[in-house]
């Protein structure tokens, strides 16, 4: 018996907008690692004017999600997150949000709904749109489509990476990313982490996911925001807070396979920049 | 010709009302440089209720300053800090301020302006005063009286404090601190810095406090906030982001003697707590 509405999907869905400052983009860059080196993302005076990391497009999506049904969230995984930033994030905006479930598809042993929220400008100009992939498990097996192949494909073996870095995080890192929205006390909370199974408190995976898309920003495009297009990852382990993020890329084409370990692989994925 | 305006001494002028939430209280926590391990002050789920740092009156104090006239701020420095806290903060609450100069005084080679902004829950009452030194060079020998002696005073010599800590700062510390609300460049800018005659962008004298604050609850008030009464430093010389912060404290009366340094003196205060 499932609990999935499945009448929810492809309907449109208007959100209340979402409004935000330099210190918020400030308090993301900071979030995902940028450090006081970094100014253009993290000083609201630099000349030139301040930049903001693509992937703040998951801050904006991320209270404009909506569900299909009433959702079991102790079976609900987010597996999956892709953005498309259509140009690049002003340093301060309203954005107004709309949020639709795309499709929701049969994997066997669970369901695979795709969720799209798009954000656009006041002048109606479309800002990005937020793919989220969640896993509903034990929600699979209703004679649905099993969905598109997925664009993540495992690096090339033996060949090196086209780029590779490495960023710290810290011991207060979900601590602070946690102040951008997400409040969830399993990156916090030891006791509540542990009765959901984990030693103790993790990173959360969109800010794993950052720190993968700040690495995309400087390695692939050099720091220009604007040549950012796509980036599609799938969180394959736990982060603690504290643990060293090294993120390769090598480039196929006209995409990056992008992948960061600790001493696991944590995050696969697959970004599309826009240089020749 | 000094600019200095006298009448605007002792005229309580009200200021718009500072509202903040558990977030701008954690934010603030973790810009003095509070960890993941102190759950209390930057988790709002923690059991029994978050706790608030004192010094955030600092905080709630910055935007409510009134001054004595147009002030020439290259020779305007904030040379003490003090506040007295009549309650602990909530975790969140709209306080109604007002600021006054308190006294102007004479001090020769420059003004000294003791200005005090004070706060006030909705139902009346107090929660802080925050009273501001400002030192205003080339501003004195008007005739003015030069007021009382501090009642700051050096450590004992050849005693070892009652008790020492050490804090890191990190690299992030002022671009961290500065979202709380003071983002004068001085403190990020590298260029301004050195216009400024910096070698590099300084730490926030009150982020200074805030961790020796922090050191003065943990230390002197086993974590209880409730016990934390009053707090007056001086600052003595800068902090670069990055610094370690060595805060030693030597009970004296009901007092503690506190000191904060680097490779050098940076800050002496004097705390009130209320511990038999």
Redesign the interface.
């Known amino acids: 018996m499932t609990s999935l509405d499945f009448s929810t999907v492809g309907k449109k869905q208007k959100r209340e907008d979402f409004k935000y400052n330099w ?1 918020d983009a ?2 993301y860059a ?1 979030g995902i690692g940028a ?3 970094e ?1 253009p993302f ?4 630099i000349s030139g004017g301040m930049k903001v990391f693509p992937s703040f497009a998951t801050i904006a999506a991320g209270s404009a999600l909506v569900y299909p049904g009433n959702i079991d969230f102790s079976r609900f995984l987010h597996g999956e997150m892709s953005i498309k930033v259509y140009q690049p994030f002003p340093n301060g905006a309203t954005i107004r949000r709309e949020t639709e479930i795309s499709n929701i598809y049969d994997k066997g042993k669970g369901a695979l709904i795709v969720t799209t929220s798009s954000g656009y400008l006041e002048n109606g100009n479309k800002l990005y749109d937020a793919i989220y992939g969640f896993f509903y498990l034990g929600e699979g097996g209703f004679g649905g489509e099993p969905g598109p192949k997925s664009i993540i494909v495992a690096p090339p073996e033996g060949t090196a990476p086209d780029f590779s870095v490495t960023y710290q995080t ?3 890192q ?3 990313y946690r ?1 951008n929205g997400d ?1 969830n ?1 399993l990156h ?2 030891p006791e ?1 982490a542990r009765k959901g199974g984990q030693a103790k ?1 993790i990173l959360h995976g969109l800010c794993t996911y950052g720190f993968a898309t700040r690495a995309v920003v400087y390695e692939a495009c050099n720091g220009d925001v604007s040549l950012f297009k796509e980036f599609t990852a799938r969180f394959t382990n736990v982060v603690y ?1 504290g643990e060293n993020l090294t993120i390769d890329g090598w480039k196929t084409g006209d995409r990056y396979i992008v992948q960061v370990r600790t001493d696991r692989v944590v995050m696969l994925g697959s970004a599309l920049v826009n240089i020749a």
Request: proline share 12%; charged share 20%; no cysteine.
């Open positions: 210190k400030a308090l900071v450090s006081a080196k100014l993290v000083y609201e005076g810290t011991e207060n979900a601590v602070l102040l409040t006390p916090i909370d509540f408190p807070p």
